[in-house]
């Protein structure tokens, strides 16, 4: 059983920058393809991206190019830096942690862009 520790969230301007991170425990952490997902109310949960154990990084478009994974295995922990934010940007972000067959889930941080 992994569990899953989301932090960083908080209010921003538009055009600022949050990190969020997500600790992990109870697996091994490393062997995990970590994700960051996200969603508003009424919609479905999106993917933002991932990483792999191989350090393989996706991205979903609107983000690419403003928004940066990376993992510390070290540390069990997976991060996301978000530069530029936009308003669209407001959500509960989610991390996940996924090896086949099974994925785990974090509780969530509110992430809110407002001027």
């Known amino acids: 059983q992994v569990q899953l520790v989301e932090s960083g969230g908080g209010l921003v301007q538009p055009g600022g920058s949050l990190r969020l991170s997500c600790a992990a425990s109870?697996?091994?952490?490393?062997?995990?393809?970590m994700g960051w997902y996200r969603q508003v109310p009424g919609k479905q949960r999106e993917l933002v991206g991932n990483?792999?154990?191989?350090?393989?990084?996706n991205y979903v478009d609107s983000v690419k190019g403003r928004f940066t994974i990376s993992r510390d295995n070290a540390k069990n922990t997976v991060y996301l830096q978000m530069n530029s934010l936009k308003p669209g940007g407001t959500a509960v972000y989610y991390c996940?942690?996924?090896?086949?067959?099974?994925?785990?889930w974090g509780q969530g941080t509110q992430v809110a862009v407002s001027s």
């Open positions: 996940h942690a996924y090896r086949s067959p099974l994925g785990y």
């Open positions: 109870g697996g091994i952490f490393w062997l995990y393809t």
């Open positions: 990483i792999s154990s191989g350090s393989n990084i």
